[in-house]
C-alpha cells in the first residue's frame, strides 16, 4: 500500500466534440499521501477542473475517463458501481467545488443542508447524530451554533465558503478536493478560509488536493506542488524546491509573473496563450510559449521524467542533463 | 486647483423593502478627489461590501449620491446640461471586473470600438475609422489583424480586457475608472492589462482610479492609495509608505493577509479577532472597525475617529495617532490626487 491515500495513473479524461475529442486531461499520474498537502496550478482552460471532478467521478457527459486508473486506498474508483461511488463519496473524499457559496440553497437553512449531504451518503447516521455532527462540524470550521438556524443571505462570503467546507468535512474523509475554494473572496477572507482548511487538515489528519492558478496561495498551503499545463503534469516536486529552482521554463514564468514587493512596476506576463485542446501543438505542448525551445521540442513529447528525490518534470532540457 | 472629479461628503444608502424600509450604508460621508492635476494611479482598496465599487459607480454618474455632491469640474453632475453631460460621458471612462459580460455574442468585438466612433463622431470615413481602432488596439499591445473581426469567444479574458482598455483610450478621457479589471485574469495574464493601464497613464496623460481588493497589484500600479472599511476612508497616502507601514489596524490586517509567493513568507500569526470576525462586526458608534480590532481602546466605541496627519501626505482615522494634528476632510480629499 506504500503510503498513499490516492494514486492516480496515466488519467485521461476526454469531451467529445464534432471535431475530436478534447483532451481535458491526457494522461495524468500523481500519488497523494496520507496527511499530505497537495498543490495543483495551472491557468484556465489547462484542465484541473476536469481533474478535480473526475477523482469523485463526477465529470458529466459528453464528458468521461477514457482511461487510466484512480486508486482510493488501492480501491480503483473508476470501475465501481455507480452506487458503490454514492457512497464513497463525502465519506472517504469529498469535494469543495469551485464557487462553493454560490451554490447553498437560499431557502434552506445551513443545518439542513449539511444534512442533506450527509443523509444522502450515508443511511446509517439517526437524527440526534446528524444534528450533533452539524454542530461539531461547524465549531471546527469555526462557526459559532446559532449559524445552523441561518439562511445563507444573513451569512458574509467568508462565513458561506466556510459552510460549504463545513459540508464537505461532515462525515470526515481522509481526501478533500478543494477546487479554487477562495476564487472570488478578498484577502482577509482568503486567508480566513485556508486558514480553516490548513486547520482541519491537521485536526481530522485528512489530506488536500488544493486546485487554483495563485501561486501566493500556493505558496503558503501546500508542502507539494503539481504543474498542469494543457491537460498534461509538466513539473512536480516540494513546494520549497519549486519555488527556490523551477525547472520546467513554464513554471519560471509562472512564478516570475507573480508581483513582488520588492521590484515595484515589474509586469512580467506569459507571452502567447494557452493552446486551444482540441489541437494540441506537435512535441512539447508548451513549445510554442517556450523562451527556450530546441529543434526536438516541436518534434517529440518530452516525458516526465524524475530527476531528483520526488522531483519531477517533463523537459527535454533536463532529459539531456540527466 | 479643482479636481476632474469630486466627492463632497457623499452618503450612499441602498434601501429596500416597498412598506418597511431598511437601509444599508454602502458610502458614510466621504470626499475624495480624481483626476485632474498631474496624471496618477489612484488605488482604492478595500474588502468586499467596503463600498469601492459603489464609489466607483458614483463617480461614473451611474448611481447618484443618497447626500453629499459628485461635482465634474466643479459642478453638480447633476444639474449638467445634456451637452455638458455627453463630455462627461467622454471624460470619463469604465472599465468593469468580468471582461466577458461586456461583449454581446452575437457581435463581433469590433462594435464595442464602433459604437463610441459613432456616438462621438471620431472618424468622417470607413477607413479613418478603421486606423483610430488599430491605434487604439496596438496601444494596448494588441495585434489588430489578430483581434479584429473575432467574436468574443474566440479571444481570451485578458484579450478581451484589453480591447475593453483600448475602447476607452479611443475617446482619449482624463480619468479611467477601473473596477477589479484583472480579478477575474488569469494571473499570467494580469501583467499585460496592468501594463497596459500603467501606459495610458504614463504615455496618455489619463488618470485612473484603480479599484480592487488585491494590495499587491494595488501596490504596483499605483502612485497613491485609498483604504475603504465599511464605507468610510480609514488611510489615505502614497502607496510605498502605506503598503510597506501600515498604520491603520485595517490596513496591516490587509498587508498581513497578502499571500506571498514564498514557502518561507508565511502568513504571519496575528490577532485572531481581527481575522475571524470578519462580516459580524457592526458598529453602531464610533469607530466601524472597533469590533474587530487588536488595538481597541473605550474612546473608539465613543466617537468615530477623524483623520490625523502623521505624514505630510499622510492621513489615517484612528485615535493611535492622536497625538498627531487633525486634519479637515477637505484636505483629506487632496491627498489622493
Known amino acids: 500500500m506504500n503510503g498513499y491515500v490516492v494514486q492516480v495513473e496515466n488519467l485521461k479524461v476526454y469531451y467529445p466534440t464534432s471535431s475530436g475529442p478534447v483532451k481535458a486531461v491526457d494522461g495524468v499520474s500523481f500519488n497523494l499521501g496520507a496527511r499530505e498537502k497537495l498543490g495543483l496550478v495551472g491557468e484556465s482552460g489547462c484542465g484541473k477542473s476536469t481533474l478535480a471532478l473526475s477523482l469523485l467521478r463526477l465529470i458529466k457527459p459528453p464528458g468521461r475517463i477514457e482511461g487510466g486508473r484512480i486508486l482510493l486506498n488501492g480501491v480503483d474508483l473508476t470501475q465501481l458501481s ?22 447553498l440553497n437560499p431557502v434552506m437553512r445551513v443545518r439542513n ?7 444522502a451518503h450515508n443511511q446509517s447516521m439517526s437524527r440526534q447524530e446528524l444534528e450533533a455532527r452539524v454542530y461539531e462540524t461547524l465549531e471546527l470550521v469555526g462557526l459559532e451554533r446559532n449559524v445552523a438556524t441561518m439562511y445563507p443571505h444573513e451569512l458574509s462570503g467568508g462565513m458561506k465558503q466556510r459552510v460549504c467546507v463545513a459540508i464537505a468535512i461532515s462525515l470526515r474523509p481522509q481526501v478533500v478536493v478543494a477546487d479554487e475554494p477562495t476564487s472570488a473572496l478578498d484577502v482577509v477572507v482568503q486567508r480566513q478560509v485556508m486558514e480553516t482548511i490548513g486547520q482541519l487538515q491537521e485536526e481530522l489528519g485528512a489530506a488536500v488536493i488544493l486546485i487554483g492558478h495563485d501561486m501566493g496561495l500556493m505558496a503558503q498551503f ?21 519555488f527556490r529552482q523551477p525547472l520546467h521554463p513554464y513554471t519560471q514564468l509562472l512564478i516570475s509573473s507573480v508581483p513582488l514587493l520588492d521590484e515595484k512596476g515589474v509586469f512580467r506576463g506569459i507571452p502567447g496563450l494557452t493552446p486551444s485542446l482540441l489541437h494540441v501543438p506537435s512535441g512539447c505542448i508548451f513549445h510554442p510559449r517556450c523562451p527556450q525551445a530546441q529543434d526536438t521540442c516541436t518534434e517529440e513529447v518530452p516525458p ?6 520526488s522531483r519531477w518534470v517533463a523537459c527535454h532540457r533536463h532529459e539531456v542533463e540527466r | 486647483m479643482t479636481a476632474l472629479l469630486e466627492l463632497r461628503n457623499v452618503t450612499k444608502v441602498y434601501t429596500r423593502g416597498t412598506f418597511v424600509r431598511s437601509g444599508t450604508v454602502a458610502l458614510d460621508d466621504v470626499s475624495l478627489s480624481a483626476g485632474g492635476g498631474t496624471p496618477a494611479i489612484t488605488a482604492l482598496a478595500g474588502e468586499s461590501g467596503s463600498g469601492k465599487t459603489t464609489m466607483g459607480l458614483l463617480l461614473l454618474g451611474f448611481l447618484t449620491p443618497t447626500s453629499g455632491q459628485v461635482l465634474y469640474d466643479g459642478q453638480d453632475l447633476r444639474k449638467l446640461s445634456s451637452q455638458e453631460w455627453d463630455t462627461f460621458r467622454r471624460d470619463v471612462q469604465a472599465i468593469f471586473q468580468d471582461p466577458f459580460a461586456v461583449y454581446n455574442p452575437f457581435y463581433k468585438v469590433d462594435h464595442v470600438l464602433e459604437v463610441p466612433i459613432h456616438k462621438f463622431r471620431l472618424a468622417k470615413s470607413h477607413a479613418e475609422a478603421r486606423t483610430l481602432m488599430e491605434q487604439a488596439l496596438v496601444g494596448v499591445g494588441l495585434r489588430p489583424e489578430e483581434t479584429l473581426g473575432r467574436y468574443a469567444h474566440q479571444l481570451s ?16 478621457p482624463r480619468l479611467i475608472v ?17 501594463e497596459s493601464l500603467r501606459k495610458l497613464n504614463r504615455e496618455f496623460g489619463i488618470s485612473i482610479l484603480y479599484i480592487t481588493h488585491d494590495l499587491t497589484t494595488a501596490y504596483h500600479i499605483g502612485d497613491s492609495i485609498v483604504v475603504l472599511y465599511q464605507g468610510s476612508m480609514v488611510e489615505i497616502g502614497h502607496v510605498d509608505p502605506v503598503i510597506k507601514n501600515p498604520q491603520h489596524p485595517y490596513t496591516q490586517l490587509l498587508v498581513a493577509s497578502i499571500p506571498w509567493p514564498d514557502p518561507d513568507r508565511k502568513w504571519q500569526r496575528t490577532d485572531k479577532t481581527a481575522l475571524w470576525r470578519e462580516g459580524l462586526a457592526k458598529t453602531a458608534v464610533g469607530c466601524k472597525f472597533a469590533d474587530r480590532c487588536p488595538k481597541v481602546m473605550p474612546m473608539c466605541r465613543e466617537s468615530t475617529p477623524p483623520f490625523y496627519r502623521i505624514e505630510p501626505r499622510r492621513a489615517v482615522a484612528c485615535y493611535l495617532h492622536r497625538d498627531s494634528p487633525m486634519i479637515a476632510a477637505e484636505e483629506v480629499t487632496q491627498l489622493a490626487l
Open chain 1, 82 to 103: 455507480w452506487d458503490k461511488m454514492r457512497r464513497v463519496r463525502l465519506n472517504q473524499i469529498s469535494l469543495i467545488p469551485q464557487g462553493a457559496m454560490n451554490s
Open chain 1, 113 to 119: 443542508q449539511i444534512m442533506d449531504g450527509m443523509r
Open chain 1, 222 to 242: 501546500v508542502e507539494r506542488l503539481a504543474v498542469m499545463y494543457a491537460g498534461r503534469l509538466v513539473e512536480a516536486g516540494g513546494i520549497r524546491e519549486v
Open chain 1, 304 to 309: 516526465l521524467v524524475e530527476v531528483g528525490p
Open chain 2, 157 to 172: 479574458g485578458g484579450q478581451l480586457q484589453r480591447v475593453t482598455v483600448a475602447r476607452a483610450l479611443l475617446l482619449k
Open chain 2, 178 to 194: 477601473a473596477d477589479e479589471p484583472v480579478s477575474m485574469v488569469d494571473a499570467s495574464l494580469r501583467a499585460t492589462i496592468l
